[in-house]
């Protein structure tokens, strides 16, 4: 197949991570693979040394002419079978071009958020894209529940996979000695943006109440973002500075989770919890809110614990709990990294993911669509006139 994917994205996160995963995966299985991004994105930057086909696009308006006509002659061009795209902008500038070049589009929805009943949501999910990728249970439901007009047999769940093996090998201490953490103490970790999702306050407040039982515990934030300086503001007023660290924007994610004894992520909402999964990969036990994806991939009591969110005192209580029980929370480790190589893995998630183009790709063309010329792109334009009117 020859598979193009859309990302508008400027940032660099959990789904640029299984984005390249995904075309590397697919290149080995023989597909022809080709990512359309921003210029000056974090994933054009990442990828723009390796051997993949990359197209810098400046992605304007959701209904730019120039960017359509520009992803429509790529689509024609390169005699493509199928385009996958992430987001709302995605869709509508993909599915526009899509309509002129008479592919067909996957539209991979990352979010558990409700979706809009707008006219365009109901032209572009219930019309253009032909499947509907979920990434966790949650989001197919929270799909159906708001856009009850959706054909719930085209929305697919497809989890997350990680690759177990970059996760196995074992810590070096290393992070432990950039923050002075000493092996008498338990070193909490936290990834992810520093933003109000991630439920940061939460986590800051549980963690001024388990260091009053604990002055041996220490967490270590690795993340940037919005909230930066709220929380540092937070550390030095409740007198946290020598419990809690900054690590920053971590490159070897891997590295860092070894290094820790256990993963928390009190998110008050979730795409998917793909640092969790990593977590679970290296071994590590999760604490997790009981808040979208995240019961589908922490089983509480066996991989983690599951609390509700924005309650910081039963936050605590989990983070005391595992503190305080080193045998607990290895054999949840234990378990994690099995249920990681049994349900999330790699392989898995791109085997799943290859089937849902192949079966996109297989549907009946369009007109024009056989010419795969720009003859074709003609034909297009008055499918799309014709298909608005």
Same mark, same amino acid.
């Given at each position: 197949?020859?598979?193009?994917?859309l990302?508008?994205?400027?940032?660099?996160?959990?789904?640029?991570?299984?984005?390249?995963?995904i075309v590397d995966?697919?290149?080995s299985?023989?597909?022809?693979?080709?990512?359309?991004c921003?210029?000056?994105s974090?994933?054009?930057?990442?990828?723009r040394?390796?051997?993949?086909?990359l197209?810098?696009?400046?992605?304007?308006?959701?209904?730019d002419?120039?960017?359509i006509?520009?992803?429509?002659?790529?689509?024609?061009g390169?005699?493509i079978d199928v385009?996958?795209?992430?987001?709302e902008?995605?869709?509508?500038?993909?599915?526009?071009?899509?309509?002129?070049?008479?592919?067909?589009?996957?539209?991979s929805?990352?979010?558990?958020?409700?979706?809009?009943?707008?006219?365009l949501?109901?032209?572009?999910?219930g019309k253009?894209?032909?499947?509907?990728i979920?990434?966790?249970?949650?989001?197919?439901?929270?799909?159906l529940?708001?856009?009850?007009w959706l054909?719930?047999?085209?929305?697919?769940?497809?989890?997350?996979?990680?690759?177990?093996?970059?996760?196995?090998?074992?810590?070096?201490?290393?992070?432990?000695?950039?923050?002075?953490?000493?092996?008498?103490?338990?070193?909490?970790?936290?990834?992810?943006?520093?933003?109000?999702?991630?439920?940061?306050?939460?986590?800051l407040?549980?963690?001024?109440?388990?260091?009053?039982?604990?002055?041996?515990?220490?967490?270590?934030?690795?993340?940037?973002?919005?909230?930066?300086?709220?929380?540092?503001?937070?550390?030095r007023?409740?007198n946290?500075?020598?419990?809690?660290?900054?690590?920053?924007?971590?490159?070897?994610?891997?590295?860092?989770?070894?290094?820790?004894?256990f993963?928390?992520?009190?998110?008050?909402?979730?795409g998917?919890?793909y640092?969790?999964?990593?977590? &679970?990969?290296?071994?590590? *036990?999760?604490?997790?809110? @009981? #808040?979208s +994806? /995240? =019961?589908?991939i922490?089983?509480?009591?066996?991989?983690g614990?599951l609390?509700?969110p924005?309650s910081?005192?039963?936050?605590?209580?989990a983070?005391?709990t595992?503190?305080?029980?080193r045998?607990?929370?290895?054999? &949840?480790?234990?378990?994690? *990294?099995?249920?990681?190589? @049994? #349900?999330? +893995? /790699? =392989?898995?998630?791109?085997?799943?993911?290859?089937?849902?183009?192949?079966?996109?790709?297989?549907?009946?063309?369009?007109?024009?669509?056989?010419?795969?010329?720009?003859?074709?792109?003609?034909?297009?334009?008055?499918?799309?006139?014709?298909?608005?009117?």
């Amino acid at each position: 197949m020859n598979v193009l994917f859309l990302n508008s994205c400027r940032t660099w996160g959990g789904g640029e991570v299984s984005l390249t995963q995904i075309v590397d995966s697919l290149r080995s299985r023989g597909h022809n693979v080709t990512v359309a991004c921003r210029p000056d994105s974090a994933l054009h930057k990442r990828m723009r040394m390796s051997t993949i086909d990359l197209v810098p696009v400046r992605f304007g308006g959701d209904f730019d002419p120039f960017t359509i006509l520009r992803l429509a002659r790529l689509m024609v061009g390169r005699r493509i079978d199928v385009v996958c795209v992430h987001t709302e902008k995605e869709l509508r500038v993909g599915g526009m071009a899509s309509l002129l070049a008479a592919v067909p589009v996957i539209v991979s929805r990352e979010v558990d958020f409700p979706l809009k009943d707008t006219l365009l949501n109901r032209l572009f999910y219930g019309k253009v894209a032909s499947v509907v990728i979920a990434n966790s249970y949650a989001t197919k439901n929270t799909l159906l529940i708001s856009a009850p007009w959706l054909d719930a047999d085209k929305i697919h769940v497809v989890w997350k996979g990680v690759d177990a093996r970059l996760f196995r090998l074992p810590a070096s201490g290393s992070l432990r000695e950039e923050f002075h953490v000493g092996e008498e103490d338990s070193l909490i970790g936290f990834v992810g943006r520093l933003d109000e999702q991630k439920g940061l306050l939460t986590l800051l407040e549980a963690m001024a109440i388990l260091v009053k039982q604990h002055r041996n515990a220490k967490l270590v934030l690795a993340g940037d973002g919005n909230l930066r300086a709220s929380v540092q503001e937070f550390l030095r007023s409740r007198n946290l500075d020598r419990h809690a660290y900054l690590a920053g924007f971590r490159e070897n994610i891997p590295e860092f989770l070894r290094g820790i004894d256990f993963l928390v992520m009190p998110s008050n909402w979730e795409g998917f919890g793909y640092a969790a999964v990593e977590a &679970m990969a290296a071994g590590k *036990a999760v604490i997790a809110s @009981n #808040v979208s +994806s /995240l =019961p589908e991939i922490i089983e509480d009591g066996r991989t983690g614990i599951l609390v509700p969110p924005r309650s910081p005192e039963r936050l605590a209580d989990a983070m005391v709990t595992l503190v305080d029980n080193r045998r607990l929370r290895n054999s &949840m480790g234990r378990a994690g *990294a099995r249920k990681v190589e @049994n #349900v999330f +893995s /790699l =392989p898995t998630m791109v085997a799943n993911v290859e089937s849902l183009l192949a079966e996109a790709a297989s549907l009946p063309r369009k007109e024009g669509r056989r010419q795969n010329s720009p003859r074709s792109l003609a034909a297009g334009w008055r499918l799309l006139y014709h298909w608005l009117l």
